[in-house]
């Protein structure tokens, strides 16, 4: 047994023992080469059904990563331009600053969260998202893409694009924008420029087998508790977050390109070793390389102190101030279902953890002593 994955199962065993966990799916590839994967715990525990390496999960936010691929790659076919108005295609999208100005909202600062649109989550009780019902695609509280984007447009805008970060539907918007451009539905969109060209069969809007999908948990007082639908989740600053688990199985719900996918571990894994050797065969590589760049700077603190924002996800610019074992350079993400992804450039390291427990998989002890276990 290698030093690495003693590690690493202790790290995940801790984590399962301590009711912390549920389970997971654990993959770890350097330089292109698989040094360590596991399914541990379960993915079913009243059932007592164990976590497989196929496993499919609801992915939450690291749908983002997808939709942003996406986005590149039509680009790249010059179907959209990450600098022009939005409104070209979508007219009737026109959020106002509050002084009632429309200013210009472009591509870019959709995926770079700078579009001064927000989520409904981490708003105080009185914010128009409130009042207008916006969904965070976490929910099921609307339908409906266009009637979501025309419930957001209606309320002001948090700042100016550009002048600031701030984590948003802005991958929502971007879907319905590269639908509007295509003239195809998102799912379609996403077929055609990432799941086609990779070869991904379980990932997407629809789950193809839903006898795989991990139950989803929630943190609890003592072990976490299976979700009902909806469930309600106090997530510290960020207020009261609504999640509706039933989403991943309903064919009305809207494509939400911000939180609505779902997929395996290997899945998540294929598409960031594409974007960390060079974009084969979704992308070519100068733009698979500016998807990992940091387009904001560290002032964004996008993941906390040190780190900057790109197209696929936070950009990390002082491994000190961030107090990670990263080098500078990585990108990283996660998704509030308990994922988090990361891609090492200088170690040559990518790392994919997945599980079935909110938030500890996310931002909890556990994470971080898996992401620790991988370093030593």
Do not use: C, K, Q
């Given at each position: 047994m290698s030093r690495l994955t003693a590690r690493l199962d202790e790290a995940i065993d801790t984590a399962i023992t301590a009711e912390r966990l549920v389970g997971c799916v654990v993959l770890v590839r350097r330089e292109g080469v698989d040094v360590y994967s596991r399914a541990a715990g379960l993915r079913d525990r009243e059932a007592g059904l164990p976590m497989e390496r196929d496993t499919i999960f609801r992915l939450a936010s690291v749908s983002k990563l997808f939709t942003a691929t996406a986005a590149m790659r039509l680009v790249q076919e010059h179907v959209v331009e990450l600098d022009e108005p939005i409104d070209m295609w979508l007219r009737r999208f026109r959020p106002a600053l509050t002084d009632g100005t429309v200013p210009t909202i472009t591509l870019a600062h959709l995926l770079t969260h700078t579009s001064g649109l927000g989520y409904r989550f981490g708003q105080p009780d009185d914010h128009p998202y409130h009042a207008l019902g916006v969904s965070d695609g976490l929910d099921a509280r609307v339908r409906d893409l266009d009637e979501n984007l025309a419930r957001l447009a209606q309320a002001p805008l948090h700042f100016a694009p550009g002048?600031?970060?701030?984590?948003?539907?802005?991958?929502?918007?971007?879907?319905?924008?590269?639908?509007?451009?295509?003239?195809?539905?998102?799912?379609?969109?996403?077929?055609?420029?990432?799941?086609?060209?990779?070869?991904?069969?379980?990932?997407?809007?629809?789950?193809?087998?839903?006898?795989?999908?991990?139950?989803?948990?929630?943190?609890?007082?003592?072990?976490?508790v299976r979700m009902t639908d909806p469930?309600?989740?106090?997530?510290?600053?960020?207020?009261?977050?609504?999640?509706?688990?039933?989403?991943?199985?309903?064919?009305?719900?809207?494509?939400?390109?911000?939180?609505?996918?779902?997929?395996?571990?290997?899945?998540?894994?294929?598409?960031?070793?594409?974007?960390?050797?060079?974009?084969?065969?979704?992308?070519?590589?100068?733009?698979?390389?500016?998807?990992?760049?940091?387009?904001?700077?560290?002032?964004?603190?996008?993941?906390?102190?040190?780190?900057?924002?790109?197209?696929?996800?936070?950009?990390?610019?002082?491994?000190?101030?961030?107090?990670?074992?990263?080098?500078?350079?990585?990108?990283?993400?996660?998704?509030?279902?308990?994922?988090?992804?990361?891609?090492?450039?200088?170690a040559g390291l990518t790392a994919?953890?997945?599980?079935?427990?909110?938030?500890?998989?996310?931002?909890?002890?556990s994470r971080k002593a898996i992401v620790q276990a991988i370093y030593g």
């Open positions: 002048a600031a970060w701030r984590y948003s539907l802005g991958l929502d918007v971007t879907g319905a924008l590269l639908a509007a451009a295509s003239g195809v539905t998102f799912p379609e969109v996403m077929r055609h420029a990432v799941l086609g060209p990779l070869e991904l069969r379980d990932t997407g809007f629809a789950v193809r087998d839903p006898e795989r999908l991990a139950v989803p948990y929630a943190d609890g007082d003592e072990r976490p469930h309600e989740l106090v997530e510290g600053d960020e207020g009261v977050v609504t999640y509706s688990p039933g989403r991943a199985l309903d064919p009305e719900a809207y494509p939400s390109g911000g939180a609505g996918m779902a997929g395996t571990a290997d899945e998540v894994l294929r598409l960031l070793e594409a974007l960390r050797t060079g974009g084969g065969p979704v992308l070519r590589a100068e733009n698979a390389a500016a998807m990992l760049e940091d387009r904001v700077g560290p002032g964004a603190e996008a993941d906390g102190p040190g780190w900057g924002f790109g197209f696929a996800g936070a950009v990390l610019d002082d491994p000190e101030a961030a107090r990670v074992p990263h080098a500078p350079r990585t990108v990283e993400w996660g998704g509030a279902y308990g994922h988090h992804w990361f891609i090492d450039r200088d994919v953890i997945l599980t079935n427990t909110t938030l500890e998989g996310m931002s909890g002890p």
